[in-house]
């Protein structure tokens, strides 16, 4: 806590509520963060936010090299200065959202990893953002709300869009809790170090994604009903049409949405896609 503040009042800097900023001041979940990325001499991590560079730094010592992603002019000029002499970070003042990850480690052979500690009000467009590249990393390991990580490590009977939508891509566990207390300003929530490793086999090919994900959407559309009602509902079809696609699956017409795992919604997509209904 106090290098934090000591840090900040040096460069006249404070955490921007804008930027949904959170300092962890917390180094034993800062340990955790790194060894749940798993690095090695041998691997590339792309951090996302990096603040202040604790993170940073732990990571410059774990893996081969570290590309900083930083929003904030003040701490992007801060970080830049401060990792000049280290060969192996390079610090990118630019909106992660607006950066491909391809272009990202276009000299890393297309082999990386995500690190980091992501403001809350853009948690889901992070995840989406590296998950849905045709260059995925090999795994993600992220510090976020704790009530997201729960529901996007959701299993049948609690899932939703958002488990569907990562668990598509990988397979996701809760590595530990992070009380609000491990950041500086406080949040008003706990958070959660989330690990995601990305499928070496994709679910589904990677190209029919929106068809399977136009299901998905129609599937949720209206939670407390019955399948055939959501999915007539959302795909604007007769539920007579709805109906003969659910025996295909092998899913029973009662079910709802929550319900299915991951390998039943893969089922019933390959059932519409047969049938050329998406």
């Not at 001499?41 to 010592?61: I, Q």
């Not at 990580?149 to 598509?168: C, F, H, N, Y």
């Amino acid at each position: 806590m106090r290098q934090t503040k000591r840090l900040l009042s040096a460069r006249d800097a404070r955490a921007k509520k804008s930027l949904g900023q959170h300092f962890l001041v917390d180094s034993g979940v800062l340990r955790k963060i790194v060894a749940a990325a798993e690095l090695s001499a041998h691997d590339t991590v792309v951090e996302v936010g990096p603040g202040l560079g604790v993170l940073t730094r732990e990571l410059a010592r774990n893996a081969g090299n570290v590309i900083a992603v930083e929003l904030d002019d003040t701490l992007a000029l801060m970080l830049q200065n401060a990792f000049l002499e280290c060969d192996n970070v390079r610090v990118l003042h630019d909106d992660i959202l607006r950066c491909p990850p391809s272009d990202l480690i276009a000299q890393a052979g297309g082999c990386y990893k995500v690190v980091a500690n992501l403001p809350y009000y853009i948690t889901s467009s992070v995840i989406r953002h590296f998950l849905e590249s045709e260059c995925q990393p090999e795994l993600m390991a992220l510090m976020l709300q704790k009530e997201v990580a729960r529901v996007i490590t959701a299993r049948p009977g609690e899932m939703s869009l958002l488990s569907v939508a990562v668990q598509l891509y990988g397979e996701p566990r809760l590595v530990c809790s992070v009380p609000a207390g491990s950041f500086y300003p406080m949040p008003k929530v706990d958070s959660a170090v989330l690990r995601i490793t990305v499928h070496n086999k994709p679910l589904i090919p990677l190209s029919l994604a929106p068809e399977f994900f136009r299901l998905v959407r129609a599937g949720f559309c209206a939670n407390r009903k019955q399948l055939p009602n959501s999915l007539a509902q959302g795909l604007n079809k007769p539920k007579e049409e709805i109906l003969p696609l659910l025996e295909t699956a092998g899913i029973e017409p009662r079910r709802r949405a929550e319900t299915l795992s991951m390998a039943e919604w893969v089922q019933l997509w390959s059932a519409f896609n047969d049938r050329g209904e998406l």
